[in-house]
């Protein structure tokens, strides 16, 4: 079936420094999503990507739609304390796919 | 707008009893989606509804789960029996779009549900 891997699981970064992460499948996406989720909280969606190659950004985070279609990558620049939190990538084709997400832990 | 609204926040319910969670989504969108969220197996699409209408069910994971959509201002998901497996955090989440992505899926806070 259709599964997604992200990359890396989780990551402690110093305060300030850029994140990186990214999404992949064996699988063709026709859209990619990424959402942030809070502890006690609900997914909420950062950016969404609609055609293979696409370079979108929302304020600090630019994301990028694979040119295989098959994956996706985020990044963060200059992270903050308020950055903390789980980073999940979906995948749509005939209907929705989630990664297992990346933890990602600032220290300040 | 108050955003998606779910209830209850938390339910703990013993083993073969009835569970119903309940959802209403943001006035105005015309797609409701119910997630189910684990450590194990991630964030999980159940099913969605357009116009009050099931338009995918194929992640719901077996016949002691069932949701329905009478009107479009509520959703509800029922499992019967409940059983501890069935322990995760259920989030509802509503669009407003012609597309089924769309840059408003808005998700609710989540029901998480313990089934001793």
């Given at each position: 079936?259709?599964?997604?891997?992200?990359?890396?699981?989780?990551m402690?970064?110093?305060?300030?420094?850029?994140?990186s992460?990214n999404?992949?499948?064996?699988?063709?996406?026709?859209t990619?999503?990424?959402?942030?989720?809070?502890?006690?909280?609900?997914?909420v969606?950062?950016?969404?990507?609609?055609?293979?190659?696409?370079?979108t950004?929302?304020?600090?985070l630019?994301?990028?739609?694979?040119i295989?279609?098959?994956d996706?990558?985020?990044?963060?620049?200059?992270?903050?304390?308020?950055?903390?939190?789980?980073y999940?990538c979906?995948?749509?084709?005939?209907?929705?796919v989630?990664?297992?997400?990346?933890?990602?832990?600032?220290?300040? | 707008d108050?955003?998606?609204i779910?209830?209850p926040?938390?339910?703990?319910t013993?083993?073969?009893q009835?569970?119903t969670l309940?959802?209403?989504?943001i006035?105005?969108?015309?797609?409701?989606?119910?997630?189910?969220?684990?450590?194990?197996?991630?964030?999980?699409?159940l099913i969605?509804?357009?116009?009050?209408?099931?338009?995918?069910d194929?992640?719901?994971?077996?016949?002691?789960?069932?949701?329905k959509?009478?009107?479009?201002?509520?959703?509800?998901?029922?499992?019967?029996?409940?059983?501890?497996?069935?322990?995760?955090?259920?989030?509802?989440?509503?669009s407003?779009?012609?597309?089924?992505?769309?840059?408003?899926?808005?998700?609710?806070?989540?029901?998480?549900?313990?089934?001793?």
């Open positions: 079936g259709q599964q997604l891997n992200q990359s890396p699981q989780s402690f970064i110093q305060e300030g420094e850029d994140v992460m999404c992949t499948s064996s699988s063709i996406f026709n990619w999503l990424w959402y942030k989720q809070d502890p006690g909280e609900g997914p969606l950062l950016i969404a990507l609609y055609k293979a190659g696409e370079l950004s929302n304020g600090r630019t994301a990028q739609f694979g295989t279609r098959k996706s990558f985020l990044n963060i620049s200059a992270s903050i304390p308020s950055d903390v939190g789980i999940f979906a995948g749509l084709r005939q209907n929705f989630f990664g297992p997400g990346t933890r990602l832990s600032v220290l300040p | 108050a955003g998606v779910q209830s926040r938390h339910e703990v013993e083993m073969g009835e569970v309940r959802c209403k989504p006035s105005g969108h015309d797609y409701l989606f119910w997630y189910r969220q684990t450590m194990m197996r991630g964030l999980e699409l969605y509804f357009n116009n009050n209408v099931p338009i995918d194929s992640g719901m994971p077996e016949d002691r789960f069932s949701a959509m009478p009107n479009a201002s509520f959703s509800t998901l029922k499992i019967q029996p409940s059983e501890p497996r069935d322990s995760a955090v259920y989030f509802c989440a509503s407003s779009l012609a597309g089924v992505i769309t840059d408003t899926q808005y998700f609710g806070p989540g029901t998480r549900l313990t089934v001793l």
